[in-house]
């Protein structure tokens, strides 16, 4: 079955970095696309950035371009989202997610920007 594992997440304060993965299991994670996604308390769920299966196509939300970073690596089966010079306002759980039929989730990862 598919699975999905994010880590990384923390406590950070603003201006600082982070890098979070997501360990991808029980699908054929080359030839599927990836994405971001993170809810922050009481708003909806959103698409924050997404790369291709080869990982030579990405995109993001315009509130995060220039500071966060989506990359692969295939032979681990393993997405990540770097992420720099960050603000109170990127603080939610992060969530990795694959569409394989249907939307697939991991569990999420806690990303707290405070001072």
């Known amino acids: 079955q598919v699975q999905l594992v994010e880590s990384g997440g923390g406590l950070v304060q603003p201006g600082g970095s982070l890098r979070l993965s997501c360990l991808a299991s029980g699908f054929t994670f080359s030839l599927y696309a990836m994405s971001w996604y993170r809810q922050a308390p009481g708003k909806e769920r959103e698409l924050v950035a997404g790369i291709s299966n080869t990982g030579g196509s990405t995109d993001y939300a315009d509130s995060v371009k220039g500071r966060l970073t989506i990359s692969r690596d295939n032979a681990k089966n393993t997405v990540y989202l770097q992420m720099n010079s960050l603000k109170a306002e990127d603080t939610a759980v992060y969530y990795c997610?694959?569409?394989?039929?249907?939307?697939?989730w991991g569990q999420g990862t806690q990303v707290t920007v405070s001072s």
């Open positions: 997610s694959t569409y394989w039929g249907r939307r697939y």
